[in-house]
């Protein structure tokens, strides 16, 4: 089953700006974890936070996480034409038996 | 250098026919998974192992079928009972889902 929701579907922004897309989940998580995927290939992890941390740094990457909505954004600060790319969110559920759970996507286009 | 190798990048298999899909990983990871991916969608999860001559089913694992023989390769068969096998296919690694995984770099997959 599918969790973890993104939005917006689809973000287009020109370079320089800052790009946030955002995270719906539906069950108490031990951690949440953000990759990008470009065009045919595949994922690429970015950050992971865990449920007792609220926001996370890494690079231009900044994740915040409230598990009380049971949300999470993140934010890519001064875009590059190169983070093109879709973004996904991904839940760990805990209890290390099940893979991760993954949402549709954010699709991401930098304007240069 | 430590990664997660899949093969062939694309394949394509007339109809009624099984193939296997290759994943071979050097980085010592304990669990691998295998997702599919259908465009515009995310990631869902087919089969997982957590550890050599074990596996489970993730959410849509009808017509397909794994082995896990050694650590380092978690081949998947799509069967000829998968009703729609048309996709692209993504295998990953991690220690546990909690650290993130590592992913190849996929197959596509096409019936003909």
């Known amino acids: 089953s599918q969790q973890g929701e993104e939005d917006p579907q689809a973000l287009s922004i020109q370079e320089g700006e800052n790009a946030t897309m955002n995270c719906s989940y539906k069950?108490?998580?031990?951690?949440l974890q953000w990759y990008r995927q470009n065009s045919g290939r595949g994922l690429v992890h970015l950050i992971l936070i865990r449920s007792n941390e609220r926001e996370k740094h890494s690079g231009r990457l900044r994740v915040t996480l409230d598990t009380s909505k049971k949300s999470s954004s993140l934010l890519i600060t001064a875009s590059r034409a190169a983070d093109t790319a879709s973004y996904f969110c991904a839940t760990d559920a805990g209890g290390g038996a099940d893979g991760l759970t993954f949402g549709k996507g954010t699709h991401l286009i930098i304007q240069p | 250098d430590g990664g997660i190798t899949q093969s062939p990048k694309y394949l394509f298999r007339k109809e009624g026919q099984n193939v296997t899909l290759s994943c071979e990983q050097n980085l010592n990871h304990d669990a691998m998974y295998w997702y599919r991916q259908d465009p515009g969608q995310g990631l869902r999860l087919i089969y997982y192992?957590?550890?050599?001559?074990?596996?489970q089913k993730g959410d849509i694992a009808e017509g397909y079928s794994v082995s896990r023989e050694k650590k380092e390769s978690f081949p998947l068969t799509v069967t000829s009972a998968q009703k729609n096998p048309t996709a692209f296919y993504l295998c990953a690694s991690s220690i546990r889902p909690r650290y993130g995984a590592f992913f190849g770099q996929g197959t596509r997959l096409t019936v003909v």
């Open positions: 069950t108490s998580i031990n951690n």
């Open positions: 192992s957590q550890i050599v001559n074990d596996f």
